[in-house]
């Protein structure tokens, strides 16, 4: 079997990254309970589940090519 690409798994590395950077500073506004910008915690919401629905996929297909 031949191993996952590279560029791949480091794709997967920095959405791990992102999806870590956005879920925390999304917890910091919601437990500061204080609305600084309305709209930006919507674009993290969107943001934190987009990076996840990309983390399975790539882990998937790394799976798949493993």
Partial sequence: MESP??????HLAMLRILFGACATALD??????????AQ??????VMVNRTQGEIERL???LAQTA
């Fill in 59 to 61: 882990a998937a297909h």
């Fill in 28 to 37: 910091a506004f919601r437990a500061a309970n204080n609305a600084v910008d």
């Fill in 5 to 10: 690409a590279p560029d791949t798994q480091q």
């Fill in 40 to 45: 930006l915690v919507i674009d993290l919401e």
